[in-house]
Nanobody, 119 residues
Framework: QVQLVESGGGLVQAGGSLRLSCVVS????????MGWYRQAPGKQRELVAT???????VYADSVKGRFTISRDNRKNTVYLQMNTLKPEDTAVYYC?????????????WGHGTQVTVSS
């Protein structure tokens, strides 16, 4: 079973920044496209950013220009740099795989990391 461990969340004021990390326990991590997802209270989980195995990022309109996804295949880690945060970015953030820019998963999810943006 794949384990995903997200970290880096916290409480930040609007306009601030956070950097999320996700370590994936899969030895062939480098071949997978990866994504960052978020789920706000009372809402469905949404895919906000994906990165191909080759390092190309794609973003949801709601975060484009503010968030940057990256990966370090040597460390089996995917990152999400979040700048100019808004209260509507408040959610639990998860990482998992993506397939051709669409949601997917390894059959399991991590606990996520809480991001709270105050106005």
């Amino acid at each position: 079973q794949v384990q995903l461990v997200e970290s880096g969340g916290g409480l930040v004021q609007a306009g601030g920044s956070l950097r999320l990390s996700c370590v994936v326990s899969r030895s062939i991590f480098s071949i997978y496209d990866m994504g960052w997802y978020r789920q706000a209270p009372g809402k469905q989980r949404e895919l906000v950013a994906t990165i191909t195995s080759g390092g190309s990022g794609v973003y949801a309109d709601s975060v484009k220009g503010r968030f940057t996804i990256s990966r370090d295949n040597r460390k089996n880690t995917v990152y999400l740099q979040m700048n100019t945060l808004k209260p509507e970015d408040t959610a639990v953030y998860y990482c998992n795989k993506a397939v051709r820019g669409r949601p997917a998963d390894f059959g399991s999810w991590g606990h996520g990391t809480q991001v709270t943006v105050s106005s």
